[in-house]
């Protein structure tokens, strides 16, 4: 009995430690991108685009942004309990992270869904980003 409880514990910090180094790696740069848009504090906007959110909607179905162009994206929640996700531009927003600066430095079309679980229309609850 005295040797599961060791091992059990033996696990434990090993598990333990494994999250820890995971953790110190996984936080990376704000300015990192897998499609090339940056994210930065230091970034200054030259646009601004607002984003809202309604019950299992955006207030558009389609947000246009220019390649190169600074933009800061201010996400608003009217009603429900909404965010934004947008993977390949590294773009999560809600309502304790309103907004971020971010450099779309990639011409595509970016899938924009809703990032908190909202209820029964929370699977139809996206948009799109254009970058031109």
Do not use: W
């Not at 897998?34 to 230091?42: F, M, P, S």
């Not at 999560?92 to 430095?105: G, M, N, W, Y």
Request: charged share 20%.
């Amino acid at each position: 009995m005295v040797r599961i409880r060791k091992s059990a514990i033996l696990y434990f910090i090993l598990f333990a430690l494994l999250l820890t180094a995971c953790g110190a790696n996984s936080g990376g740069s704000s300015t990192e991108n897998a499609k090339g848009t940056a994210a930065d504090t230091e970034l200054t906007a030259d646009e601004e685009l607002i984003i809202t959110a309604t019950n299992y909607s955006f207030d558009q179905e389609e947000y246009h942004l220019k390649k190169g162009v600074p933009v800061k994206i201010t996400f608003k929640n009217e009603s429900g309990n909404h965010g934004i996700l947008v993977p390949e531009m590294k773009l999560r927003l809600d309502a304790k992270d309103s907004s971020q600066v971010i450099l779309p430095e990639e011409a595509g079309t970016y899938e924009m869904t809703c990032a908190i679980m909202c209820g029964s229309g929370h699977s139809g609850m996206s948009a799109k980003i254009i970058v031109e």
